[in-house]
């Protein structure tokens, strides 16, 4: 589901690190309910902009506008409480503790003692409502790499979150479970929240992007919709040139046998 109502709006976004400039007056407007990719290659400025609107990271200059109001974001928290969350390319849980206590860890200031069975209640509700199946009792070492994602977009969800960024999300996934990734995405923007996905892998854009906002160089160098553009043109956006798909190699006769092996005994895989 696409909303019309534009819930973020990045305005001249610069951000320099030494020796490099890594967004330079970046725009970026992102609506309720739909999914917007943020597409470029390795080092364009996806992931720096995105952390500064996380909270991460400062702009030297330029402006955040959260639901029509200016934002100014000194730390993540500051971030999730305008409603927007980050779930990063390498997560971050604590694998001795549970689903439950990694969910809550900075949020819940009880006087006594926490209501955990509460708690778990509430996020096994959020897990039935976005179809996110994992046991808050569970450790996060007991959990497969698809499930420890579930809990970091839950934890997001938890702490109220509207608008989602995941970064490069199906890096670390199978391909099954990249799959059941794009239902849940899908079922997130369903139920009006916003999703904002950094890749560089054109086939997931045209799969799962309603709009495509395409870094070269920490610029923004085009907007479109999976139905106004096709993988080679978004190639081009990318690079900034022609890009060939196919490559035509001469056909190479095998000559002699220059290694060969037999009988190999391995004790082990090291």
């Not at 974001?73 to 409480?81: C, D, G, L, V």
């Not at 549970?98 to 069975?117: D, H, Q, S």
């Not at 509460?118 to 959990?143: C, D, N, T």
């Not at 870094?215 to 990318?238: E, F, I, S, Y």
Request: with cysteine.
């Amino acid at each position: 589901m696409t909303g019309d109502s534009t819930v973020v709006q990045m305005r001249s976004i610069t951000k320099r690190f030494p020796g490099v400039l890594a967004n330079d007056s970046a725009d970026l407007d992102v609506r309720s309910g739909e999914v917007h990719a943020l597409l470029g290659e390795n080092g364009a400025g996806k992931s720096t902009l995105m952390n500064i609107l996380a909270g991460l990271y400062r702009p030297d200059s330029g402006e955040i506008i959260v639901k029509g109001e200016p934002c100014e974001f000194n730390s993540p928290r500051e971030a999730i409480a305008r409603g927007i969350g980050m779930v990063h390319q390498h997560f971050k849980l604590v694998n001795v503790q549970t689903v439950a206590e990694n969910i809550i860890i900075g949020t819940e200031k009880p006087r006594f003692l926490l209501n955990m069975p509460r708690i778990e209640s509430k996020i096994a509700a959020l897990a039935g409502q976005y179809h996110l199946p994992v046991h808050p009792g569970s450790y996060i070492w007991q959990l497969s790499v698809g499930e420890q994602q579930r809990v970091e977009i839950l934890k997001m969800l938890y702490r109220g979150a509207d608008v989602l960024i995941l970064d490069e999300p199906t890096a670390v996934l199978t391909p099954q479970e990249a799959e059941w990734l794009f239902e849940t995405i899908r079922r997130l923007t369903d139920q009006g929240k916003s999703v904002i996905f950094i890749t560089h892998k054109l086939n997931e854009v045209m799969a799962v992007a309603n709009r495509i906002t395409v870094l070269r160089g920490g610029r923004v160098v085009g907007t479109t919709t999976p139905q106004q553009t096709n993988t080679k043109d978004l190639a081009n956006m990318m690079v900034g040139r022609e890009v060939l798909f196919r490559i035509e190699k001469e056909k190479v006769e095998p000559g002699d046998v220059v290694l060969e092996a037999r009988d190999l005994t391995s004790l082990n895989d090291r």
